[in-house]
């Protein structure tokens, strides 16, 4: 085993890295060492704002497939709260379209208050006096 201590320019921060390849410079190991930050930091913001909780596929196309799909989903609902000027958090606006999502309702319908009227329900007229 080798340890390789790294002190980074910007931060001043001293790093120490233990390995066992002993044919690479300190320089190049501290270098992996770094890109691999980049890469778990890409994982961290992808969980915190994709969810994405778990992989469905274990191959390298099901992994890409999965994570687009939710980077699109992110670029859509940011692009609404955009456009709609909404005052509400990204995770909010999420939610409520999820939980109207087979409601045929203009957006900014959706984030209106309720009206007090009482509503009777289609389902409900069916069955008579209910």
């Known amino acids: 085993m080798r340890l390789v201590a790294y002190i980074d320019q ?4 001293e790093y120490h890295f233990i390995t066992n390849a002993h044919h690479l410079k300190a320089s190049e190991i501290s270098a992996i060492y770094k890109e691999r930050w980049q890469t778990e930091l890409f994982f961290k913001w992808i969980k915190q704002h994709l969810k994405i909780k778990t992989f469905l596929g274990t191959s390298k196309n ?4 999965q994570i687009w799909v939710a980077l699109c989903v992110y670029l ?3 692009y609404l709260k955009f456009q709609s000027k909404l005052g509400r958090a990204m995770y909010q606006i999420l939610r409520v ?7 045929r309702r203009p957006f900014n319908e959706l984030f209106k208050p309720p009206c007090n009227q009482h509503v009777v329900s289609p389902q409900k007229l069916l069955w008579g006096n209910l």
């Open 10 to 13: 910007d931060s001043n921060q």
């Open 76 to 78: 859509l609902v940011a």
């Open 97 to 103: 379209l999820q939980m109207n999502l087979f409601d």
């Open 62 to 65: 099901a992994v890409l497939t």
